[in-house]
């Protein structure tokens, strides 16, 4: 046996057990591969050398696009580099101006930049829960919350999705925990679906628990200047803990945390997401900040995203496609099994559109779906040439089937 053949037989012995993970993960329909993919402006994308109609973005108001846009100097670009921990000597002025606007934006007294928002998840919820504390999250919030709450160590306790009476029952049983926690997202990244936040912040009242809310997929669009789902509904100063991201909407990067002065004094000595880590190059943090700007100054982004959504929610429903119970320019098409799934992604990549197949355990057994999404530069032509396709990939699944 020659020495390279020596090697990959050691190599194929030494990751057998990935190797059959990954088989078994190929036969349910759940094994993920990377797939090389180029924004365009418009709504589209580039793949394999074709050009699609990106309905999977979240980059709901076509911001990131704008970004690059003119007005950026040479001083600017100095900014692209590494610096350090925001401890150590990276805190750059520019975190302090992007706090202040946000903190502002949610009418909150501070706020604290994160890297991004799994890393802000992370440290919030390890940082303010421990072991003797209970938190209650929804059932269908994002793999960050769920990760934070195991580093935490704290009781993870999971009430159904958006059931405050559900959830009610189980902090009314939960007497004997230190302290108490409810956490759950804006409108539902997989589900698009709001949040009841006013009953929500009646509980914490009731329960005197403190309340957490990510609002990585409301903020930049729903609100005064797109401050997010909580301040549309008048509750920002409601809520403890408002977390937001700068990747979806913002189309940018990085995540926050607005709060009271103490908290975010508490995160910056305790929140090791914050503490163990590089800062964002500073030329992030302009980014961000330009990303507010253009939220405020361009309503009609909003406005547009909000009429394209609405004509296409209408449309699939219409259809009898179903969407549960979307109100938001995320809109799962739900269709159950992996592989109906699976191929119905396939027929619309076929057809020119760009739409992915959510499966488990990114959604519970039973509810794999494609999860649409709506943009700003989305052309109502487009969405008509989507709702085509939609149709014809659901007339051939049925067939199949
Ligand atoms: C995307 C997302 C995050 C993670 O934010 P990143 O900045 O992408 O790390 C956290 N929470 C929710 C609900 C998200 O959708």
Redesign the pocket.
Known sequence: MSIVEHQETESRSRWAWLRDELQQARESCRYRQLRSLTPLPGGRVAADGRELLNLCS?NYLGISEELAGPGWSASDLRLAGATASRLVVGNHPSFGELETAVARLKEAEASLVFS??????LGILSALAGRGDAVYADRH??A??IDGIALSGARHIRYRHNDVDHLRGLLAKGDEFRRRMIVT?GI??MDGDAAPLVDLVRLKREFDAVLIV?E??SNGVYGQDGAGLAQEQGLAREIDVQ?G????AYGA???YVAGDQLLIDYLINTARSFLFTTALPPLVNRLNLRALDIVRDQPWRRRQLFDNAAFFRAAMRQRGHNIGASTSYIVPWIIGGERETLAVSKALWDRGIAAVAIRPPTVPAGGSRIRLSLMATHQRADLEYALQAIDAAAGQMHRQV
Do not use: R
């Open positions: 979240n991004c928002g799994y890393m802000a998840n919030v994002h960050s919350i997202e539902f990244s990510d990585a997929h977390m991201t700068f990747g979806k990067y990085g995540a």
